[in-house]
T-cell receptor, first 116, second 117 residues
Framework: AQSVTQPDIHITVSEGASLELRCNYSYGATPYLFWYVQSPGQGLQLLLKYFSGDTLVQGIKGFEAEFKRSQSSFNLRKPSVHWSDAAEYFCAVGTEDTGTASKLTFGTGTRLQVTL | GAVVSQHPSRVICKSGTSVKIECRSLDFQATTMFWYRQFPKQSLMLMATSNEGSKATYEQGVEKDKFLINHASLTLSTLTVTSAHPEDSSFYIC?????????????FGAGTRLSVL
């Protein structure tokens, strides 16, 4: 079974500073990896995804993530954080689609706080 | 595109009553929808997978008779919490997969906060 670890429960960065959120996964085959963002009391918005190909993927809102198979990681980065980026970030791994439901397994999330 | 609407956004009910939550895909067809439960400051836990026209598949430990799921059309799935009790209070989130899009991507609703008094 797949699993996802987000080692950092809470991170605080200053506005304008760079950001890196860590994500490690465990899965026996080629993983499908996702980063979602959740604002308080809201659902999840997809930031970016990795299925195959280029290991550096670009997402919305200026985020990017790099898939490193050797490290089983998929860390999320942003060069310059904005105050509106404060939210909960979830990394998720999905199973390869076999024509049936492809489930997502989520990490425990990292809460990002941005100071002005 | 790929908008999922969830209704209601918040519901408060008395213990023993049943509550229905709707999940609609507004601009796409979804043969598969998922229902998650999220406890405060925790991650999402998959409760069940809802398939259009067939019975839902429940995760281990989730009571089928407690959480009734109906997926009657390609754009609507409902979750009914039957005889709700305070321990059922939680944030429930649905997601949907686009029939015409990549099968591995789920689009999420805004969630429903259920408070059982």
């Amino acid at each position: 079974a797949q699993s996802v670890t987000q080692p950092d429960i809470h991170i605080t960065v200053s506005e304008g500073a760079s950001l890196e959120l860590r994500c490690n996964y465990s899965y026996g085959a080629t993983p499908y990896l996702f980063w979602y963002v959740q604002s308080p009391g809201q659902g999840l918005q997809l930031l970016l995804k990795y299925f195959s190909g280029d290991t550096l993927v670009q997402g919305i809102k200026g985020f990017e993530a790099e898939f490193k198979r050797s490290q089983s990681s998929f860390n999320l980065r942003k060069p310059s954080v904005h105050w509106s980026d404060a939210a909960e970030y979830f990394c998720a791994v999905g199973t390869e689609d076999t024509g049936t439901a492809s489930k997502l397994t989520f990490g425990t999330g990292t809460r990002l706080q941005v100071t002005l | 595109g790929a908008v999922v609407s969830q209704h209601p956004s918040r519901v408060i009910c008395k213990s023993g009553t049943s509550v229905k939550i709707e999940c609609r895909s507004l601009d796409f067809q979804a043969t598969t929808m998922f229902w998650y439960r999220q406890f405060p400051k925790q991650s999402l836990m998959l409760m069940a997978t809802s398939n259009e026209g067939s019975k839902a598949t429940y995760e281990q430990g989730v009571e089928k008779d407690k959480f009734l799921i109906n997926h009657a059309s390609l754009t609507l799935s409902t979750l009914t919490v039957t005889s709700a009790h305070p321990e059922d209070s939680s944030f429930y989130i649905c997601s949907a997969r686009n029939l015409a899009g990549p099968k591995n991507i789920q689009y999420f609703g805004a969630g429903t906060r259920l408070s059982v008094l």
